[in-house]
């Protein structure tokens, strides 16, 4: 019974808290990706699973031409870039309303196999919430909308990876 | 005539051999007027034109949009951040 | 052509990557679970994707009897829960032959609010391949099969939080 | 008789108030039949009978099951690790 009543004390509180103190990161960095560090900003008390999705840079890739990379150069049109991941955050929110916490980062500059180029996170109180869904679902629009650019440097010469989707009115 | 800064990326930024330009442009220019424009005065990257992706004030932007005064337009390639699949 | 020349003979190299060289890391701990040096570990040439799931101590529970937490207690049947957690690795292997490298981790001893206490990562070439899937696979097998407890030390006193599964013959 | 032993994991260790016993059973006995002995021989443990999972050498065990010689046998709860859902 005193349960009850903590129960229905916590609720209004935790709902302040859903509102306003939920983190949300973004960043664009020439700086190495520090999982330890992302997790902690993005764990608050109520917070008991995180999914997190990092793309490295492959040295070697079999799939479609097979081919060698000796590194990676990122480029980022970079307020723009920040402002579509501040939107990619927004619609996981409106998607998965129980997300807790959301970082986003790429790092960009010369960047060799085996390297962290891009994370997602997301956080939520329990792992069957969709929090799977909510990293997956942020890599994915990562690639489509924001502006970010690699030139592949490889044994064979340069050249720009270019993507294939095209943005529509709004997003 | 507006006064508007372009700015370009990866392959259009190589092919263009600058980051940026500034351009006074008619005041009802288009995105497509706009590209008929880079096509003419940039022959380098006529080619890129076909599959542009076009911002203005970091917005993506469609051929029938009007160019606003003052505007921060940019032009690049259909992105490729984060892992390649 | 060239290209293609190199593509043949990259695969035969690559199968023996694939059958010898993938990392699989299991360990109960007490240390401190650090996200970098496992990615790092679980990373290969080959690899550009990696998922990872980790559960934290919540210190606030709002889900079914609303809760606060002080602290959990883990333990494990340590050389039983090894064993289980390479099996859980098996199953992700044979469900999945694409991932490459897995790290299962369970963190034992006294754990407070916001610590993460477990982690299962699964790495792959490519993000769409099921390394997402192998991650919430292995996750869910780890709270079925691996013999781990705690206990859980709130305001109104310590209980044993049990499970549910029965583990079937064979499992 | 086999020697075995057989440890308590959470609350089982908690109310057999012990980590570990030795016991000699009769070579022929299962796991059923262990149940019933320790709910003899430990009534504190009786009640745990009901829900308990016995491993003999690490593997899941079922009531069928005979127990070797030399066993090492482990009774304790359905496991709650990882996250807690």
């Known amino acids: 019974m ?6 229905e004390n916590h609720r209004p509180r935790n709902d302040v808290i859903n509102i306003m103190n939920f983190p949300t990161i973004f960043s664009i960095t020439e700086d190495e990706i ?6 902690a900003k993005i764990t608050l008390t109520s917070t008991g699973a995180a999914a997190i999705f990092t793309g490295m840079v492959r040295g070697l890739t079999t799939r479609n031409e097979a081919h060698e990379t000796e590194y990676l150069e990122y480029e980022a049109y970079i307020p723009m870039a920040e402002a579509k991941m501040k939107q990619v955050a927004e619609e996981i929110r409106e998607r998965w309303p129980v997300v807790e916490g959301i970082a986003i980062v790429q790092r960009i500059g010369k960047l060799y196999p085996k390297t962290p180029t891009v994370l997602i996170a997301c956080t939520a109180a329990h792992r069957d919430t969709g929090v799977f869904e909510a990293a997956r679902y942020g890599i994915d629009r990562l690639k489509e909308i924001v502006p970010i650019w690699k030139k592949e440097v490889s044994p ?5 990876v270019e993507g294939e989707y095209i943005p529509k009115a709004g997003e | 005539m507006n006064r508007v800064k372009l700015l370009f990326f990866a392959t259009l930024r190589d092919r263009a051999g600058t ?8 005041s009802d220019l288009t995105v497509l007027g706009l590209k008929h424009k880079i096509s003419d005065e940039y022959p380098n990257l006529k080619e890129s034109m076909k599959s542009v992706l076009i911002t203005i004030n970091r917005e993506y932007a469609f051929d029938e949009t009007v160019i606003p005064p003052n505007a921060e337009l940019a032009m690049f390639p259909p992105v490729s951040g984060g892992s390649w699949r």
């Open chain 1, 2 to 7: 005193l349960r009850l009543l903590r129960a």
């Open chain 1, 34 to 39: 520090d999982l330890n560090d992302l997790l």
């Open chain 1, 156 to 160: 064979d010469g340069e050249f720009w």
């Open chain 2, 19 to 26: 980051k940026a330009v500034e351009l006074d442009v008619p």
